[in-house]
Structure formats: structure tokens, C-alpha cells
């Protein structure tokens, strides 16, 4: 690839934009930490630097236009920027992102965390094509070095496992992470200390397919693979006052011993992102999903009744190919029946090299965005009647932000994930209130700190 951009030099300006998953919030802070090491000054996206990194994703067809539209974003804000593309949408569409003129450097999920020394060689694009059977054996269980925390934000992401063993027909994540890798105990634990001991108080504890924690690994006083339960056992056995959120997981890693640890601790959300995708027995079928409609409706009744004020989120994918109305019906019944309280949907996108593409019925894209606007709608009813519950009750926040606006409010998140605004003074960002709940605004809950009333 033809380099047109100026070569790099230390104690220059460097901005990391995120697009995607907590996992490529996680590796940022790794590419952020690194890049500070070596004297660069961090800034923000929206700011000029000397150096880009656009760290992307994949997931979908719009996460790629997304990338995209990012780097000619950064190329305006510096025309002589050194520009690289770095994570999913780089280890996928790694010819796309050289054509691009904007382009320095492509570097792939398993170069990227090097980046610091990857930048300094920067006389050519670095994207190696590795051979499938070598390309993820780098020994996992070495973890990056710790992060000590993140820029503007008050909940701490903690990566714990890399890639996936599914391989969801409809999906090309597995194909850019590799397969199923854990971080060790060991390492975790240290990580999540660091981060506590910086004054963090929630932990989001992530994955690419997070329940499959520790089935590469094996236990050494049983000889057994460890498990996600016995990680989060350990991990409340660090004392101090915060709390710790699982993000998504699948339905199949929803068993009894987690769920019980999870309803006995009250240092564990009581929230769950499901990553559900369908309730059609077929379709489930279709995308080489690992349980069926009966299965997943068992496991969330078990998770309410073991979980007090459990919350359900949940990954939806509308418009797989051949889903008939009936079929999507299924799926928009489940929000109601287990109370999806917000449903994170998309619409199905083709990905090239999937068996989903491949698929000869492909639903029309505008019977998609349909699709997505009933869903939606179903998790906003559902969501109304959650706030008008919590009105008159006591919730604990953890405070996040100052709203800009002009009604300055205070903004945090109640441990079940639901937002909240505080209408009057609060303790510092990054501290947990005690908050009483008198209205919704109909997109959050409004709340009152006990100490004014």
C-alpha cells in the first residue's frame, strides 16, 4: 500500500476511537495505556491529533460503514494524520481498509495490542495473512499488561475470555476473534483489584462469549476446567464496597450455581443481557443456536425467581433469512412473556463467508427495519410498566455524569441497570447514592437523594 501520511514521532497528540463491544472498550484502554507509555498525549477523537486509531467492528454491515465513516472523519479533522485501522472490521476487511486513501497502517485483533511499536515501524501497512492453524495459538493465559483504569468513565470493563466455539451461522465474529481463549484466574483478579483500588465501583466483567469462561483452562486442585461461577465466587471474595456486572451471556451458561450466586450476593447486579437473538424453535435451529424456545423460557423464570428485582436485556436479530411473520412473532411474544425490558435488536446483516448468506430466502431489508421498529416498540411498553413499579422506591445509583443540558441533572445507573436522575445535589462522580424514586420522564427515572427529603 502506497503511504502518503506524515511517520510518526513520540510526544505527538494520539486519539483511540472505540466502535462496537466492552471487549474493544477493554483492548482500547490497553492501546491507550500503551501509546501514553511512549509519550504520546492522548485526546479526544473529536479532537486534532497526529495519530488515529479507529478501533472497529464487524458485527454487522453497518459496524463496517461505520469504521469507514470514522476514518474520513479523522482524515478531515488532520489530512496529515497518521491513520490506523485497528480490531474486527480491520481482521475481516483488511483489503478494503488498505484501499482506503485516508489509511497509514491496518492492524489485526491479534497486532493491535502491540500498537505502540507497531506505529514506530509505521514505512508500510502491517496486516500479516497468518495461517488459520497458527493464527491464535499466542498463549492467552499471558494476559496484556493491567489497565489502571479508563478515560471518562466510572464503570470499569474487564475482559476475561477472547473469541467463540459457536460459530452462529448469521455470524463473522468467531471468524475475527478466533476461538474460545481464556484469561487466567490469576490475572483477572489482579486486574479487577488494580481497578478497585483507582476507585472504580462497578465492574462490568466481559466476554466475547463470556459463559465459556475458563472450559480452555483447567483447574489445578480438581483437574477439572473452571468455571464462570467459581470466577465471580472469587472475585466477591475481594473485600470493599462495589459491585460487579455480568455483560452479555448466553441462555445455555444460565445454570443454577451462577444464578444462585448472583441472587445471594447484593454485590451482583441484578441484571442479565441475554444474548437471545430469536424464540422461534426453527430459526434458533437455523442459526445453530445452543438451546430451543423451552429451554430459554425455563432458565429466565428460574433466573426471576432465584434474582430479586432482576432485569432482562437481551440481544435480538430480526429478518434471518427465511423467518416468516409467525416466526418473528415468537420472538416479539418473548419480549412481553419475560419482560425484555430493553431489547437491544438489529436486523439480520448478510456477512460475507457466513452459511446465513448463503441462505437463498433473504427477508427484504425494509420488512427488517419493520421488524426492529415492533421490537422496539414491545421493550418500550415493557419498559413503561418497570418505571411506573419503581416509582415511590429506594434504589441505589451509581453516579456517573453531569448532564450538559440545562436542567443539570445528576445521571447514574440503579443496580438493575435502569437509568436515573437525580434532581438535586449528589455524592462525587463515581460514588455510589441512595436515591428515592418520584417520576419517569418516560426515558429514565427521576429521584430525589434521601438526604432532601
Known sequence: MQMTHTTCNPKKRAAVLTLGCKVNFYESEIMTEKLQADNWQIVSAKEHADLYVIHSCTVTAEAGRQTRQEVRRAARRNPDAFLVVAGCYAEMEHEVCEKMPEVSMVLSNRDKLFIAEKVKQSSSSIFRQQDPQQRWQADISNAPELISGYI???RAFVQVQQGCDQGCTF???????????????QHILLQISTLLQNGYKEIVICGIDLG???S???DASSGNPPN????????LA???EYRVRLSSIDPIHLDDELLDLIGADSRVCPHLHLSLQSANRLILKRMKRRYDPEFLYERVHTAQSKIPDLLLSADILVGFPTETVTQFEDTLRSIYDLGITYPHVFPYSERAGTPAARIPFQIPKQERKERVSLIKEAGDHVRQGVFLEKIGGVERILVERLDNSASKQYHGRADNYLPVYINNNVSDIGEFAHVRISNTSGKALIAQTLEQE
Open 212 to 214: 465459556s469462561w475458563g
Open 152 to 154: 471518562d468513565r466510572t
Open 228 to 235: 464462570l461461577f467459581g470466577l465471580l465466587k472469587a472475585m
Open 171 to 185: 455470524c463473522i465474529i468467531h471468524t475475527a476473534r478466533g476461538p474460545s481463549r481464556s484469561y487466567s484466574q
Open 216 to 218: 480452555d483452562l483447567v
Open 238 to 240: 475481594i473485600p470493599g
